[in-house]
């Protein structure tokens, strides 16, 4: 166990909905990572946050958007959904620079 | 543009049958690679973090090694239960302060008992 809790585990929704993927972190780690991963592109970096504060962007579509709260927890919110947007979702953790990052089980999202 | 390549993109090796994967990059100042393993259906579990050149590290029947330019795992003797696919991370520089992980695509290894 990673001790990175996402919710929920699977998600099924039509085409234009909206949807709030949730993440909880490792105690003590103050950066939340955000990634998409299906099956032929791999792990995409979508966005970081430290500490409540966007950190870094990486492909991150505009209709996406994503927060860190006071309370470290993370939520990714996916609006207008496409087909194309049906992937595993991933949170992951870390304490600080440098190291590695721990991975929650994921949310498996379905657009139909 | 930073890129992570991992070759093979599959392996299949008899149980006892011993290989590397590899995990080249084209980051400069590279600030940290890391070993993961993903079964199906689940998140990346963390193996290995290597820091500069020359290091190596090692659990149960995987070493992770490093070079300027490149990262090799190697399973030795492997079993069943190490069939997983094997995902390579790279830490660049901190640009503006960007801390980004990049994730090469992985190699999926296959133990046949």
């Known amino acids: 166990d990673s001790g990175v809790t996402q919710t929920p585990k699977h998600l099924i929704t039509a085409t234009g909905q909206r949807v709030t993927l949730r993440c909880s972190p490792r105690?003590?780690?103050?950066?939340v990572y955000w990634y998409q991963q299906s099956l032929d592109q791999g792990l995409q970096f979508l966005i970081q946050?430290?500490?409540?504060?966007?950190?870094a962007k990486g492909n991150i579509l505009e209709r996406f958007s994503a927060q860190q709260f006071p309370d470290l927890h993370s939520e990714l919110n996916l609006s207008s959904l496409e087909l194309g947007d049906s992937a595993l979702y991933f949170c992951?953790?870390?304490?600080?620079?440098?190291?590695?990052?721990?991975f929650g089980n994921g949310t498996r999202l379905t657009v139909t | 543009e930073d890129q992570v390549t991992q070759s093979p993109e599959a392996l299949r090796l008899q149980e006892g049958e011993s290989s590397s994967l590899n995990c080249s990059y084209t980051?400069?100042?590279?600030?940290?690679l890391f070993w993961y393993r993903q079964d199906p259906g689940k998140g990346p579990e963390f193996l290995f973090t290597?820091?500069?050149a020359g290091e190596e590290k090692e659990k149960e029947r995987l070493k992770a090694t490093l070079t300027k330019k490149e990262s090799f795992l190697h399973i030795t003797a492997p079993k069943p239960e190490d069939s997983a696919t094997y995902l390579c991370?790279?830490?660049?520089?901190?640009?503006?302060?960007?801390?980004?992980?990049?994730f090469g695509k992985g190699t999926r290894l296959h133990i046949l008992p």
């Open positions: 992951a953790s870390s304490a600080r620079d440098n190291s590695p990052l721990h």
């Open positions: 105690s003590g780690d103050l950066s």
């Open positions: 946050y430290y500490n409540g504060e966007e950190r």
């Open positions: 980051v400069s100042g590279l600030r940290g």
């Open positions: 290597l820091y500069s």
């Open positions: 991370a790279v830490q660049p520089p901190v640009m503006n302060r960007d801390d980004k992980i990049i």
